[in-house]
């Protein structure tokens, strides 16, 4: 089958063409890059052993999005673009609801003109609002409680409006959970830009010395250990679940829903104990306030998928943390550089036109740990560097268990290589 994926260079996206295209499909992916890089795509297509085809656009553009339809032809759409930070959507909702909802209108105005009427969109589970009880299924009312999760709603809802006017269209609404890990391989993985909103990503930054400590969110929930449950579901499972989704559109018309999730909780201690199972070092966090808007437990019922897509989950917690931390492990700086086993650093342009200042504060109780840590730090931060084009990395010792790491503009890089120096003199 000939399918146009949107989004399809960002996280869930490039592990989503890489199983199509495993399974014998011919993709399009169409992105503007706002939050990812061609680089996996072509990582992608290096593990598929054939490549999905790209064209750099926006969906909100339908001049472009036609002349994409056009010149491919597919015959269905998985449709993954769009922005998804919770918090920056309460700051620039506009952008956020021109982006998703009036992208995915310019869309969905397309695929009518070219005649596909098969999709697959990518909806949240934060559309079940505070309202419900846990675990969630897919006939409760939904209602949420954000800019970025209402702008998930109302696709749902020009979706099911849609489906309603033509019984040639044919729609699933897949409600993810939480998706962490990475493809096995550690070639693909999720490269967020900046601090990252999300857990694991989080923990992947501080066990790769980029970020100093976990900053855990209230453990004081009513909780077995006091802190959040989650239900954390492998991307690969995720990416399986789109395929069986598309599948079973073939068969049957109309709008369908979806959650894709484990039906199961994991507290965030869990979770921070399995990477660090993972890792095989203590990985720094201190519990801390509340989140604003967060709730206590939520998972999926995902009984349905089950029952009408014959797909459940097969990846545990363990190879979750194991996948992700390969992933970022082998790239500490995504795909802006990477430091596999055996390769050298590279200098590539520079990314960011006004690099933020980037500094880690080390902290560590024993030599061991300290020295691991440091270590970690200052590879990320000579990556960093290399990025940027900033001149070099100075270690201080602040004292006996705290060193910064940060980039020097004034120190030549050379020096930066004499970190085992500072790590024990200074
Ligand atoms: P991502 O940011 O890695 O991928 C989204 C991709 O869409 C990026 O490559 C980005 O460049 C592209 N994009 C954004 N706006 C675009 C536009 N106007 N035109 C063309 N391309 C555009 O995010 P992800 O984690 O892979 O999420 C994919 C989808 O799944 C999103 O719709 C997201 O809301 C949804 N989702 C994600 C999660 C999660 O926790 N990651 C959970 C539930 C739902
Ligand atoms: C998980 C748990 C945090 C970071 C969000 C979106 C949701 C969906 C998935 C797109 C919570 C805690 C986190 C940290 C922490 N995305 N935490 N320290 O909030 O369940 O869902 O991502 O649709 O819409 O809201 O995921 O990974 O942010 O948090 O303690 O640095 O980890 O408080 O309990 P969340 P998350």
């Not at 018309?253 to 660090?276: I, K, P, Y």
């Not at 050298?344 to 342009?349: D, K, L």
Request: one cysteine or more.
């Amino acid at each position: 089958m000939r399918i146009l994926v949107t989004g399809g260079t960002g996280y869930i996206g490039s592990h989503t063409v890489l199983t199509l295209l495993e399974a014998g499909h011919d993709v399009v992916v169409v992105d503007n890059l706002s939050n990812s890089s061609e680089e996996a795509l072509r990582r992608v297509g290096e593990l598929a052993g054939r490549e999905a085809a790209f064209v750099r656009a926006d969906i909100t553009d339908e001049a472009a999005l036609d002349a994409a339809f056009a010149e491919h032809a597919p015959e269905a759409v998985i449709h993954f673009a769009g922005l998804k930070a919770v918090g920056e959507s309460v700051t620039i909702p506009l952008d956020y609801y021109f982006n998703n909802v009036a992208g995915t209108i310019a869309l969905l105005r397309t695929m009518e003109r070219h005649a596909v009427r098969t999709i697959v969109f990518s909806s949240s589970a934060t559309v079940y609002g505070e309202h419900n009880p846990t675990p969630y299924v897919e006939k409760m009312e939904i209602g949420a409680m954000n800019p970025y999760g209402r702008t998930k709603e109302q696709i749902e809802d020009i979706l099911t409006d849609l489906g309603a006017s033509d019984p040639a269209w044919r729609i699933a609404l897949l409600r993810y959970f939480n998706p962490v890990g990475a493809h096995p391989s550690g070639r693909i993985g999720e490269d967020p830009q900046g601090i990252p909103n999300n857990l694991v990503p989080f923990i992947a930054q501080v066990a790769v010395g980029r970020r100093e400590k976990l900053m855990v969110f209230g453990g004081d929930y009513d909780t077995p250990d006091g802190t959040c449950l989650r239900d954390y579901i492998h991307v690969m499972d995720l990416a399986e679940g789109h395929a069986a989704a598309l599948h079973y559109l073939q068969g049957h018309d109309g709008v369908h829903r979806w959650n894709l999730g484990s039906g199961h909780g994991t507290s965030v201690l869990q979770m921070h104990a399995a990477f660090e199972k993972a890792v095989g070092s203590p990985i720094p966090y201190e519990i801390a306030p509340r989140r604003a808007g967060d709730l206590p437990a939520f998972w999926a019922d995902p009984s349905a998928a089950l029952a009408d897509l014959g797909w459940s989950t097969t990846r545990t917690v363990e190879a979750m943390c194991e996948d992700h931390w390969r992933w970022q492990k082998n790239n500490p700086m995504g795909y802006a550089l990477s430091l596999e086993a055996g390769e050298e650093p590279q200098a590539r342009p520079s990314m960011s036109p006004h690099p933020a200042p980037y500094r880690i504060d080390v902290t560590a109780g024993d030599p061991p740990s300290l020295e691991q840590a440091l270590n970690r730090a200052v590879e990320a931060a000579i990556a960093q560097a290399l990025m940027e084009g900033t001149r070099g990395v100075l270690v201080t010792r602040r004292s006996p268990c705290t060193y910064t790491v940060e980039l020097s503009r004034i120190v030549p890089f050379g020096t930066t290589l004499e970190r085992d120096e500072s790590v024990q003199g200074r």
